[in-house]
């Protein structure tokens, strides 16, 4: 099955905003720490899918955003998507309950405690090293573990 979704950490005062996902049974990010974002509705654009998923799930309005980077997730034998990984750092509203799970604003520095994905360490890396764009591609078994990583075509031994 091939997915498009989209991907974004939005910052204020040194923090992201995080998702911790605990709603959904049967949830490929069950108990895991992520971003807002989610799949693309018909004919929508990546930027359209962005401000639509991030003020369905926050009750923001993005003002000022990025687009990161492109992220090929592998999971497994039959699930490959294609994640367009933004940061925002302007937004108005009001936020509102997730139905996917709490939202929580976390350190910058604090993040990497959390129960992340692997390769999630590997973009957090990259976006924190102000790289203006990325391909990373990870492969995930069905245990969650990760498998094989690339970074722009190259295979990351670290």
């Known amino acids: 099955m091939k997915e498009l979704s989209t991907l974004c950490y939005i910052e204020k005062d040194g923090k992201y905003l995080m ?21 693309f509705e018909k004919n929508e654009s990546p930027e359209e899918c962005l401000l639509r998923e991030v003020r369905e ?29 933004y940061t925002a750092d302007g937004f108005t509203g009001i936020p509102i309950s997730c139905n996917e799970g709490e939202l929580e604003w976390v350190d910058k520095e604090a993040v990497y405690d959390l129960n992340l994905w692997e390769g999630d360490k590997i973009f957090f890396r990259l976006l924190e090293e102000g790289r203006p764009f990325f391909s990373l591609k990870l492969v995930y078994d069905t245990n969650d573990v990760l498998q094989y990583a690339a970074l722009d075509g190259k295979e990351l031994t670290e």
């Open 57 to 85: 799930e926050t009750g923001y309005t993005l003002t000022s955003w990025q687009y990161r980077g492109i992220v090929t997730f592998i999971y497994g034998e039959d699930t490959i998507e294609y994640m367009s990984l």
């Open 19 to 39: 998702l911790h996902r605990t709603v959904k049974k049967n949830d490929v990010n069950k108990d895991k720490w992520i971003g807002v974002g989610g799949h």
